[in-house]
Each structure stands twice: as structure tokens, then as C-alpha cells.
């Protein structure tokens, strides 16, 4: 190959490389936003453990810091329980559950805020950042949702749930869509942080090796001027092949290697053309 058809090829799979690595930064960027709306909904709905729709007049339903319970079947739902006072929570392990979902909620926050250090530092740089951050978010959902039916053995989750509620047993409840929804974020922050610590890793080698970019244009450095200027200085010297030049006689003998074998063999032609020694 040539060697600006290699420099040529080579610009061609870089900028394929930089655009497909690109597409898939901006699709991480989306699928981060949306785990981020997931640990919020996560975070505020009361809809974790419930009673179920079999039952036969609703009883109540349980989040993290918040429950609604139902004294009759006429009466609107009592909602109680706020975040910023931590007396209103039934139990410690509902708090402590409550703390880490808040943990990574504010984690994944940071995360889609860092997406401005793009404008100002490098890609690797930012992809590793974030993706520490989804690690650490990560792994306060799995607490929370760990910790959190530790505290079904509360009277009044009893009240709602039935007496055979106890300690990562619901009783007469089940689980609702807010602590599901809670567990598939914990496989999608898993899956985003993989990615970015991935997109990290290769920003280092969007660049081959030899070139770099300046202005926005791909060229060579002098490595690579290097190695094509002695791509090109093997193809003008044929020394180094151990070719050595054939000198050729002057004479009729030259003349006869022109001729090929047959010629040779088929009889003793005259190379020259007949005189004409005709004289009146």
C-alpha cells in the first residue's frame, strides 16, 4: 500500500472510530438522565410495599420515608411522614433506607451536572468521573433496598400487612411498583457505570499511533512521518534486497539476449538484413 493511501485509510477508520464512539456516549448521556428520573420517582413514591388489590378494602401502602394508611373504607387516604423530619419515620431502618436512595439520587445528579466538564476537560476525564459517581450510586440503592424490609416489623406496618408481617416477610402485602422499579435501576446504574469506566479506557486510543490532531485536522507525527519516509526510501533503494546490478557486455552479446531461447536453437539466422550487392 501506498503511502498516502495508508494515511488516507487511516483517517477513514479514525473518523468512523471517533464517530460510533460518540454515538455511544450520547446514548449513555440519555440512558444516565433516565436512571436519574428513575431515583427520583424511586425516592418520593410512597409505593413500595402495599396491600394487594385482592384485599378486600384497601388498607395502606409504604415508601421510604412516607406511609398513607386508609382508618375506613369511606375516608380518604392519611398520608405521613416527611424526609426533612426524621421523628415522622416509622423506623430507623426506613431512615437509613431513605438516607442511601437520597445518596443516589444526589449521586446521579452530580453525574448529569459533570456532563458541563465536557466543554472544558478531557472526555476520559469525564467519563471516569461519572462513572464513579453511578458506581457510588450503584451501591447505595442496593443498600436501600437491602436495608429497607428490615423495617416491616413495625406495629403499624403490622396494622396494614396483618400480624404475620415481620422482618423481610410482608405478610398479607406485596411488593409494588416503586420498589421494582427501584431494583431495575440498580442493574441500569451497573450497566452505565461498566460502560463509562469502558468509554474511559478507549478515549485514550481514539487517536492511532503516530498521528495527531491539530485544529481539528488529522496529521502525522514524526513517528509516523518516520515510518512512511522509510516505507518509501525501501521502495527507491533495492540494495538492502541483496540485488546487486548486472552488467551486460557490449557487443553482439547483448544484442543475442534480447532474442529468446528459441531463436537461438531454430538455426544461424544473420541478424542483419541482406545486401544487395547487385552492380550493373
Same mark, same amino acid.
Given at each position: ?94 431512615? *437509613? *433506607? ?90 441500569? =446504574? ?30 502525522? =507525527?514524526?513517528? *509516523? ?56
Amino acid at each position: 500500500m501506498e503511502p498516502h493511501q495508508y494515511t488516507e485509510s487511516t483517517m477513514v477508520y479514525h473518523s468512523k472510530y471517533v464517530r460510533n464512539s460518540r454515538a455511544i456516549g450520547v446514548m449513555w448521556g440519555i440512558l444516565t438522565i433516565c436512571f436519574a428520573l428513575i431515583a427520583i420517582v424511586v425516592f418520593i413514591e410512597p409505593q413500595w410495599v402495599g396491600d394487594l388489590e385482592r384485599a378486600d378494602y384497601p388498607k395502606g401502602y409504604f415508601g421510604l420515608y412516607s406511609f398513607c394508611t386508609y382508618k375506613k373504607f369511606s375516608e380518604p387516604v392519611r398520608c405521613s411522614g416527611d424526609f426533612a423530619n426524621f421523628d415522622t419515620i416509622l423506623n430507623s431502618y426506613f431512615a *437509613a *433506607a431513605a438516607i442511601l436512595v437520597c445518596l443516589a439520587m444526589i449521586s446521579v445528579l452530580t453525574c448529569i451536572v459533570c456532563f458541563l466538564l465536557f466543554f472544558c476537560l478531557k472526555a476520559a476525564t469525564v467519563y471516569m468521573i461519572c462513572s464513579w459517581l453511578l458506581l457510588f450510586s450503584t451501591i447505595c440503592l442496593l443498600l436501600g433496598c437491602v436495608i429497607y424490609p428490615a423495617g416491616w416489623d413495625h406495629n403499624e406496618f403490622k396494622g396494614v400487612c396483618g400480624a404475620d408481617s415481620d422482618r423481610y416477610n410482608s405478610g398479607t402485602c406485596g411488593i409494588r411498583w416503586a420498589y421494582i422499579l427501584a431494583i431495575i435501576g440498580i442493574f441500569d =446504574s451497573l450497566i452505565l457505570c461498566i460502560l463509562g469506566f469502558v468509554l474511559a479506557t478507549r478515549q485514550a486510543k481514539l487517536l492511532p499511533k503516530g498521528y495527531t490532531m491539530h485544529n481539528g485536522t488529522l496529521t502525522k =507525527s514524526e513517528y *509516523a512521518m518516520s515510518g512512511l519516509n522509510g516505507y518509501d526510501s525501501m521502495h527507491r533503494d533495492k540494495s538492502h534486497l541483496g540485488i546487486s546490478p548486472v552488467m551486460h557486455p557490449s557487443g553482439r552479446h547483448h544484442d543475442d539476449d534480447r532474442y529468446s531461447e528459441y531463436s537461438h536453437r531454430s538455426g544461424q539466422r544473420s541478424l542483419s538484413r541482406p545486401r544487395n550487392d547487385f552492380q550493373l
